[in-house]
């Protein structure tokens, strides 16, 4: 019954931004933590950036941090994603997930969308 929803993903160019939420359905974001992953062809689902929704705080990974930024909508109630500075290296499945612990391991979030695509061209 519990359902995670990513949007916002698209085609853009390197330098552009775009900026991803991740919505859910059959309980809210307010006792979990909620993670950003992707996964490129080929390669095992990364993590990106989490965050603890009540507390607001965040971890982000070497790769992405000071371009990518984690927050929290309380009025839609949806976790974004503000992604500056996009590399083709981006280029990836972006996927929300949860968990009920203080975790980037990807195995440990319970529930996950269907991922939203992220192609940044040269």
């Known amino acids: 019954q519990v359902r995670l929803a990513e949007s916002g993903g698209g085609v853009v160019h390197a330098g552009d931004s775009l900026t991803l939420s991740c919505a859910s359905s059959?309980?809210?974001?307010?006792?979990?933590?909620v993670g950003w992953f992707r996964q490129a062809p080929g390669k095992a689902r990364e993590f990106v950036a989490r965050?603890?929704?009540?507390?607001?705080?965040?971890t982000y990974a070497e790769s992405v941090k000071g371009r990518f930024t984690i927050s929290k909508d309380v009025v839609t109630g949806t976790v974004n994603l503000q992604m500056n500075n996009l590399k083709p290296e981006d280029t990836a499945v972006y996927y929300c997930g949860t968990a009920i612990i203080w975790t980037t391991e990807s195995k440990e979030y319970e529930v996950w969308g269907q991922g939203t695509q992220v192609t940044v061209s040269s």
């Open positions: 059959g309980r809210t974001f307010d006792t979990y933590g």
């Open positions: 965050i603890w929704y009540t507390t607001n705080s965040k």
